[in-house]
């Protein structure tokens, strides 16, 4: 390199060196120590797997006295925690979208909790374990499938209540399907009739009970004793009211 090169150079690093000066003065600080790099390992959602987050940083002393020797160290804790604080919502899956966030959060110089230090960052670059981050994808792909199917037999066991009080009134019914058949006007009685044996089948109408039912009942007994027993007394009851056309039927049932 000539002397022509090293001449630019020299002159590159003396501005960038006055604006960092500048940029520290306008903030009311003391200017800032040299710039440092390092990967933090900062928790995502599942607290068990962590980020590699490549992140170059600053610190800057706001105390009286003259800054300590770890100065940098300070300010990588409070850029350490101002990351957790965005890492933790994240899965491996969204290193993209942690990376935006952390940039736009550390870019701004803020005091390092219990110093007299303030701290500023960049994030470079986020690493995350492939095998890790594949097993995290399966477990994304896992959930979204169980939901899909959850919402599945949701919606199925709609549509099968909306059919159940659909079937269960043959008016209705029929309605539904001239909706859908109004150039068959001449089929609908058929229909409407194939509804009502429909839900005969599906939701019989109970009997109200009578003394006949109560009495029948009775009679189906598995008990021979008591069985014979009923048909005396009715078939005594039917002479005494000179009913004999039913204590002939009720003969014919015995035998």
Known sequence: MGELGRRHLRYRRYAREIREQLADGA???????NRSSVQLRIPSADEALHFGVNVTFSGRWEGAAPAPPTLLEIAEAGIA????????????????????????????WEPVTGTHASAWGHCESIEVDPELLTAVEEHEEAVRRQAVMSWDVERRRQQAEQMSSVILDPLRATAWWMLDNQDKPLEA????????????????????????????????????????????ILRNSFHEYQRDDLAARLDSQAR
Do not use: C, W
């Not at 903030?27 to 120590?33: A, C, F, K, L």
């Open 27 to 33: 903030s009311g600080g003391r200017p800032h120590s």
């Open 189 to 232: 009685v058929e229909v409407a009739q194939q509804f009502q044996r429909l839900r005969t089948v599906l939701d019989p109408e109970e009997q109200p009970d009578s003394a006949g039912t109560l009495v029948d009942q009775l009679l189906a007994t598995a008990d021979g004793a008591v069985r014979n027993r009923m048909m005396s």
């Open 81 to 108: 925690r101002r990351a957790e604080r965005i890492s933790v919502g994240y899965r491996l899956t969204a290193s993209s979208r942690v990376k935006t966030e952390l940039n736009a959060t550390l870019v701004n």
